[in-house]
């Protein structure tokens, strides 16, 4: 089940008078024949490198880095404007395909916040995660936690992790978990703290950290003492003090057993968690971080899809919060949402090797 544009946001924009074009797929959370209903136009799986070049294809992850030239205007997540590992790869072939990316994470408004973000189900869908990791922890030890299934609803979500917690406390003499929250006020921080607050976690087990707690600079010998540590701040341009290292977690007394980290910037020269360089999945959703010192197993839950555990919920809301900015697609060269993002796309292509910068 995979994310996709929601069926409202569909049906509202073919009755603006956009043409709407869906891609058939036996893989997504809604239907051919829902999209169908919604007025859109199927059109065959894997089509669109022949559509014509006026068309603006909209998707959601970066595309496969085929070295494949690109004529046509994108819209996705490229997590390339930073300059991560391989960005260059990734954006090449717009720039020289004459093409274009709009990515999703620069659509800001002008006081820079994002017109739609995952991050309210990401953070709730790592949060469950890091409670399943730990509750395997306690209940298998020395055991990788499993493939894990996507689900249609976050109540059912919510009923398995509410079960694994109820085991895992049992082989914990009774004791829930207490988790510590980075970033606990923005977008994932709240869907983290929902999901421990549905699966009853109180005020006692969650701490909260904002820009305020971690201002001193780490590393945070607080963070061996929780049993989880969810990180959800988002990973700008300046260097971050690392809240955690390999030498903090090997210190004597560590209770710390999972790390989940939203934020999820691995590579990221100022990423704070320093001590993994691994993705995981939903296949194989855990990382192990190898750490000295009398503390028990160490994982990082570093999946790049989360809200995918929640497809359907994930993607009504982000399809909700991205419609007005598609409405204003069509005036694109003076919509300042628009205007900004093509400003990040050419200042960021201008970087490229061999690109010259009046390109």
Not at 108 to 132: E, K, Q, S, V
Not at 141 to 167: C, E, I, K
Request: aromatic share 8%; glycine share 8%; charged share 20%.
């Amino acid at each position: 089940m995979r994310h996709s544009v929601s069926l409202n946001s569909v049906r509202e924009l073919v009755e603006s008078g956009y043409d709407v074009r869906v891609e058939r797929s036996a893989e997504r959370i809604y239907k051919d024949e829902e999209y169908e209903a919604a007025e859109a136009q199927l059109v065959p799986q894997g089509s669109w490198p022949e559509a014509p070049t006026d068309h603006i294809i909209a998707g959601l992850k970066e595309l496969p880095d085929d070295g494949s030239l690109l004529p046509h205007t994108h819209i996705h997540f490229g997590h390339c404007f930073k300059q991560q590992d391989g960005w260059a790869e990734c954006l090449g072939p717009y720039h020289h395909g004459g093409g274009k990316l709009y990515d999703l994470e620069f659509l800001c408004d002008d006081n820079g916040y994002r017109m739609a973000a995952f991050g309210y189900w990401a953070g709730y869908a790592g949060a469950a995660i890091a409670i399943l990791a730990w509750s395997h922890q306690l209940l298998h030890p020395g055991t990788r936690l499993g493939p894990l299934s996507l689900y249609d609803s976050s109540r059912n979500l919510r009923r398995d992790v509410s079960t694994a917690l109820q085991s895992a406390r049992e082989a914990n003499k009774g004791a829930k978990p207490r988790v510590i929250i980075i970033g606990g006020h923005g977008r994932c921080g709240r869907g983290a703290a929902a999901l421990y607050q549905d699966v009853g976690l109180g005020p006692e087990e969650i701490v909260v950290w904002t820009r305020k707690d971690t201002a001193p600079g780490g590393p945070f010998p607080e963070i061996n003492a929780a049993d989880i540590l969810v990180h959800c701040i988002y990973l700008g341009k300046d260097r971050i003090p690392p809240f955690l290292t390999p030498n903090s977690l090997s210190i004597s007394g560590r209770r710390l057993r999972v790390i989940c980290d939203v934020s999820l910037d691995p590579n990221n020269p100022n990423n704070p968690l320093p001590v993994y360089s691994e993705y995981s999945s939903f296949l194989d959703p855990t990382v192990s971080v190898p750490v000295e010192g009398d503390g028990p197993e160490l994982t990082v839950v570093s999946i790049d899809h989360l809200p995918n555990l929640v497809p359907r919920q994930a993607s009504d809301e982000f399809s909700a919060a991205l419609l007005p900015t598609m409405h204003n697609l069509e005036w694109r060269e003076s919509d300042s949402v628009w205007k900004t993002a093509s400003a990040v796309y050419r200042d960021t292509a201008k970087k490229l090797p061999m690109v010259n910068s009046e390109d």
